[in-house]
């Protein structure tokens, strides 16, 4: 009897321990889901701000894509206009040496045009949009004069870039001081084969002065 009594208390022992080991994992688990539903939720809202943030700045690229868009369509409008308006221009010039007589022509479009000659360099802009006339001319003799080169220098390096067109032409002799002009000459049109110009040669140029990627010292070849 003493022994039955011993083994019951044991079983309800064992029940009771049964339940709140049972209880207690219960808990766990229920602690345990919480506290995953917790992180989840939280890292539900760290996703949905990212997400949000990720849809703004795509909505900002959009419309940046958009404004690049339309600033190059609008670019390339007033560059086919440009074009268009350049290539119906017919320009011819010539400029004379001492045995040829001197002087220089210059005609636009078949027309003869009235223009400053004078030895040494002239250089002469023919005015954008339109192409149809000589807007500035002046000469510079770069044959008696050091301070002629000066000054033909310092107009070349206040010429506008890419648009008017660009006019020069040796009369009579040009060289005796031009050096320092050659690179100049070759960095704002672009002339190839001014740097060849020997006594008593003589040169016309056509063309338009250019914008390098970067920063450009016109008083240096370009390279």
Do not use: K
Request: charged share 10%.
């Amino acid at each position: 009897s003493a022994l039955d009594a011993e083994i019951s208390r044991a079983s309800v022992a064992d029940s009771s321990f049964a339940a709140v080991n049972n209880n207690l994992a219960i808990s766990l688990a229920s602690g345990l889901s919480a506290a995953v539903s917790s992180a989840f939720s939280s890292s539900s809202v760290l996703v949905t701000a990212e997400a949000a943030r990720a849809a703004a700045v795509e909505s900002s690229l959009a419309v940046s894509v958009l404004a690049a868009a339309a600033i190059g369509q609008s670019a390339q409008a007033s560059l086919n206009s440009y074009v268009n308006a350049i290539n119906g221009v017919n320009i011819g010039v010539t400029g004379a040496g001492y045995c040829a007589g001197n002087g220089i022509t210059l005609e636009i479009n078949n027309v003869p045009q009235s223009v400053v000659t004078g030895r040494g360099i002239c250089l002469y802009t023919i005015a954008a949009p339109a192409f149809n006339a000589v807007s500035t001319q002046n000469c510079y003799d770069t044959y008696g004069s050091a301070a002629a080169t000066t000054s033909l220098i310092s107009s070349l390096n206040v010429l506008p870039n890419n648009a008017d067109i660009i006019v020069m032409a040796a009369s009579d002799e040009a060289t005796n001081n031009l050096g320092p002009a050659i690179p100049v000459i070759q960095s704002t049109v672009n002339s190839r084969f001014i740097s060849a110009i020997t006594y008593p040669e003589r040169q016309a140029i056509i063309g338009r002065t250019f914008t390098d990627p970067l920063p450009h010292d016109r008083t240096n070849p370009r390279p």
